[in-house]
């Protein structure tokens, strides 16, 4: 079970927007990535959703890691995961 977080940070990044959006896991009370990628091309809005089963122990740390891992998703930084 997953509790979503009360914040949710919106960053623009390289043309994209990327909505970070914390769950908590409400037995260990950890907090894990989630997050909407954004974009428009051609007049036509596109979202892509992704989570990462890394934990943190704040909503704090979950949010700002969440739009770095966003942004290393745009940059094909991350192996398997892209906005393409």
């Not at 896991?25 to 974009?39: A, C, V």
């Not at 969440?66 to 930084?77: A, F, P, R, W």
Request: aromatic share 12%; proline share 2%; glycine share 10%.
């Amino acid at each position: 079970m997953s509790q979503w977080g009360h914040s949710m940070k919106s960053v623009v990044y390289e043309g994209y927007t990327i909505k970070s959006f914390p769950q908590q896991h409400l037995k260990s009370g950890q907090w894990k990535i989630s997050l909407d990628i954004f974009w428009e091309a051609h007049g036509v809005t596109t979202v892509k959703c992704f989570t990462a089963e890394t934990h943190y122990a704040t909503e704090e740390d979950a949010d700002l890691n969440g739009s770095t891992y966003g942004q290393d998703i745009i940059d094909g930084k991350v192996p398997g995961l892209s906005v393409d």
